[in-house]
DNA sequence: TTTCTTGTTGTGAACGTTCACTGTTGTTTT
DNA sequence: AAAACAACAGTGAACGTTCACAACAAGAAA
């Protein structure tokens, strides 16, 4: 029936076996409307028959559009590597559906920052355009995303919005979530509120939640005091360090608001092995609303983002770019989720 | 320079530039010893000038490879569409470091068990061969397995390691494993002790577990009861609720082995609302080893999975049915984690 | 009737590689 | 010194689509 008496169809067998040439069948495949109802059932019908589907390779090459996108992380080098941030598995599931909702295939990544690699997908027509997930030292991050940019790479980043990175950026409004979490810790009567997590311009989100909760504590009229903020990176450990290295220091505090859950969790541990109760001597509030997040004892209050939406519009973003039409930056709300560790 | 005054260089760039022809450029960059050091050097310089990548789409095309595999998750429908198994997730780390690690892409997919999709992933040249992480009644993918068989796909996939089914499956040794947590728990004095998950062959791995468990028991002159297996899936809401049928039902048991660290964390909620403690009237023992495992309250004891061999072994074997040389199926160890949840 | 649409299909080329051969050197063997 | 063989590079075609354009029919407008 076709030429080759061997391999998979081909459109051209489709075409033989439906009377018509060979780049009707694609047409028709395509949806392609100058191809009349009859003509592509029919056509419809001889591809399923002889198990034929459209050749990705081909068809990307000759269109020059892969219809494919690619989900990098980044982050800076941990010693277990194949320890990914749970918050950011949980963007993972949100944009699989999102860009499963728009047809397209997802490639993702999780080169580390050294490599070069990410620069070289969409040059490779691999992907037609870039999701970034990371976290880390931003200014790092930075130079590379104006290298993306300059080389007219097609990206989305999740992180910080601000006006200042190259790049369309999409996420969570830290400061108003900040000050959410302030006001609920406040609203409880806490009044020394530590922040744990780094808050200098580096870290330009947790910055921002640190800057929120400052904006509550002041507009309760306290002045939010300095020796208070301990830096600390996203993990467990460096949040279990932050919080002892407070209480090493003597410091007085009634509440942590810890900039990611995981920190949060870390610092519970350090408070548990200093005797000290959760709500009880310190009230405790995270972010990022991660599934350990409600299986620590008590459960952890935490800000949670919005995940499923941060996948969809990252996505809409993206693909509006590589379609030649800029959609701005967004900033999505944060929601409290209170639960046992900061309310009595 | 090129041909064209505008867009990306190809390789007929590079060959221009470098006084060669077209093919042996491509030769060079792909490492062929037929171009000599010195060429393949000046090649390899100039195409880094110019910012050439090859062409991924057109060497797909051409090579009929495309160095990328899929991975597929399929499962039986959830409420919440973007919450993926923690499991899983954790593989997928794993995975994607042994792709990254032989140079090979990663597309990824949470396709439903009812759409036909994975079915074409490597028809369409998409990806040379498929990695299936599902869970969920067995017997319903098998026929889809067979399917994919009887199509020549390859594919490796995760799971209980048997003869009967078709394709290559990497999987833990359930059995050895069962015994291993119900060794533990035996040592522990625990004397009846109930199993959370279904047993059946539909769930051919929690089938082993249990029956790892049965043999320690008898191997310790007990006779399991059957009565104390009530089924589950990995799920934390019917953990607990398995837990409290159990607890409903007047069953008398000091232990409880859970087919997964999920229905581990729900049968001690469940425990928890019944006024019971863990470890002193339950001991409890999950399996999977998931992040939040070590989070609960007593920290729950479990059997870990060999993630990262799992991911290289699943890339590897796959790698090798590509290439033609079959992988014959493998067990993994599984080790037991003891926490605060089985001893006192 | 003639001309212009509109809808549908066919034609030839192009996307950017890799493959299978054919040449061309220069070196080794007989 | 002729023959044989490497080692390397070039030539033409092929992979399976989609694109731009031409061509044809049938009905509408002139």
Not at 171 to 188: C, W
Not at 190 to 209: C, Q, T, V
Not at 283 to 292: C, E, L, Q
Request: charged share 25%; aromatic share 6%; glycine share 10%.
């Amino acid at each position: 029936m076709g030429r080759k008496p061997t391999g998979r169809p081909t459109s051209f067998d489709i075409a033989y076996a439906a009377g018509v040439s060979q780049p009707t069948v694609s047409r028709a495949l395509r949806g392609d409307r100058s191809v009349s109802e009859k003509t592509r059932q029919k056509i419809e019908q001889i591809a399923r028959d002889l198990n034929y589907t459209v050749d990705k390779n081909a068809s990307s090459l000759r269109s020059q559009r892969s219809n494919t996108i690619a989900l990098l992380f980044f982050e800076d080098p941990t010693p277990d590597e194949t320890m990914i941030n749970p918050f950011f598995l949980a963007m993972l599931g949100s944009i699989t559906k999102a860009t499963a909702d728009e047809g397209l295939d997802l490639l993702i990544s999780f080169q580390r920052m050294e490599d070069d690699w990410h620069v070289q997908y969409q040059d490779s027509h691999r992907a037609d355009g870039l999701i970034l997930l990371g976290y880390g030292d931003y200014t790092k991050y930075r130079e590379r995303m104006d290298q993306l940019a300059r080389q007219g790479t097609h990206f989305a980043r999740w992180g910080s919005v601000s006006s200042d990175s190259s790049g369309v950026t999409v996420g969570t409004d830290n400061v108003e979530a900040g000050r959410l979490a302030g006001e609920h810790l406040l609203d409880q009567g806490r009044k020394r509120i530590a922040f744990l997590g780094h808050a200098d311009d580096h870290y330009p989100e947790f910055n921002g939640r640190y800057r929120g909760l400052c904006a509550a504590m002041r507009k309760a009229g306290i002045e939010p005091d300095d020796s208070l903020q301990v830096d600390a990176l996203t993990t467990e450990e460096e949040g279990r360090q932050a919080a002892k290295t407070l209480l090493d220091r003597g410091a007085e505090f009634d509440a942590i608001f810890a900039a990611s859950d995981l920190i949060a969790i870390g610092a519970m541990r350090a408070l548990a092995d200093a005797g000290l109760s959760v709500p009880g001597d310190v009230a405790v509030v995270g972010f990022d609303d991660i599934p350990s997040a409600s299986m620590t004892t008590p459960p952890l209050t935490t800000v949670m983002q919005d995940i499923r939406g941060a996948g969809q519009i990252l996505v809409e973003t993206l693909l509006a770019q590589v379609e030649g039409r800029d959609l701005p930056p967004r900033k999505l709300p944060g929601k409290l989720i209170v639960r046992g560790s900061s309310v009595a």
